[in-house]
């Protein structure tokens, strides 16, 4: 585990970024760089942290992004805007906080000599409606111009590329990463394990878009962000992109419903809606290249992953 280093985290608010900054903050100083537009950090017990600076800030504001993120050794950046019904509501600022956000932060680490790390976020969506057992070399898709649902999975797509060409260009040390559907305490927005488990808890119908037949692999958020510290930390995954996912926790959107009501022992009722118009029909990662180049494994079952989950909600409401 790395000590004494200063980790600048754009997004630093948010619910994964937080999950990071709780495995680094007593042995090194972070500088939480957001706008606060979601907000895991203000009510966690990170906050007032004597290790922690924030500094509240936007990514399209090049001066202020680069001025924050001097003197840094490790750069996270895991801001953006995500959720669909945020990215359909607002397509222009999705595309410019996820494509100009990231060619600012990137070249602010080019600016401040970033030398130990710069992991750029990017997202399974790239793999467009069908990706079974993805590989990190198979083909993005970016589904149709002018699609809403795509303007996501472009936007980050962008941002990748430009990250491995600050790699090849400059030297820049980076790592890409791929999220496969990350949930767990702290999360915010619009996450279906998250909406289903707030429902469930409370007896209230979980609404399915469509048949609910789509197939996701659910990761727990500490393996993900296990597999985050093995991307800082091992110097083998410099400019490489990795999916990071849990293979095993595979289930329909129906069947998740379903076991959400099960574990929790809810009365809840399934409700069907119409489909959405261009869904993700089937994501499934395979994670074999994060298994050998840092020896990662997802070791949080999506059962344990929904109890855990829960039992972080009820607190909340208590």
């Known amino acids: 585990m790395i000590e004494n280093k200063k980790i600048f985290v754009t997004g630093g608010a948010g619910f994964i970024a937080n ?16 706008n606060f537009h979601r907000d895991t950090l203000s009510g966690s017990d990170l906050a007032g942290h004597n290790n922690i600076e924030v500094v509240k800030g936007d990514v399209l504001n090049i001066d202020a ?72 070399t198979d083909q993005t898709v970016a589904g149709s111009a ?22 090849k260009q400059y030297g820049l040390p980076v790592v890409t990463v791929r999220p496969f559907n990350v949930y767990g305490p702290g999360q915010t927005g619009e996450g279906a394990i998250q909406i289903f488990i707030k429902k469930a ?33 091992n110097p083998l995954a410099v400019g490489e992109s990795f999916n990071i996912g849990n293979a095993r926790a595979v289930i329909t959107i129906l069947g998740l419903a379903q076991t959400v009501c099960r574990v929790l022992g809810s009365q809840s009722k399934i409700v069907f ?40 909600m009820k607190k909340q409401y208590e």
């Open 201 to 233: 808890l409370k007896n209230e119908d979980l609404h399915i878009d469509g048949d609910g037949a789509q197939i996701r692999a659910w990761c727990y958020v500490d393996d993900f962000v296990d597999c985050i510290l093995r991307c800082v930390e």
């Open 19 to 34: 999950t990071i900054i709780r495995n680094y903050v007593e042995k090194n100083q972070i500088t939480v760089y957001d």
């Open 65 to 136: 992004l680069t001025a924050a993120m001097a003197g840094s050794d490790i750069v996270i950046h895991a801001a953006g805007i995500a959720g669909i019904d945020t990215v359909i509501k607002d397509p222009v600022r999705t595309m410019r906080v996820n494509m100009m956000g990231t060619a600012n932060a990137l070249e602010a680490a080019k600016v401040n000599g970033i030398k130990d790390r710069f992991i750029d976020f990017s997202t399974s969506e790239v793999f467009g409606s069908m990706a079974f057992r993805s590989t990190e």
């Open 273 to 312: 809606d119409p489909p959405l118009s261009a869904d993700i029909a089937l994501r499934i990662p395979s994670v074999e290249k994060a298994a050998e180049l840092l020896g990662f494994k997802a070791k949080v079952d999506l059962e344990e992953g929904i109890l855990r989950m829960a039992d972080w």
């Open 146 to 167: 002018g699609e809403a649902r795509w303007t996501y999975a472009v936007s980050k797509l962008a941002g990748e590329h430009l990250a491995h060409a600050y790699y």
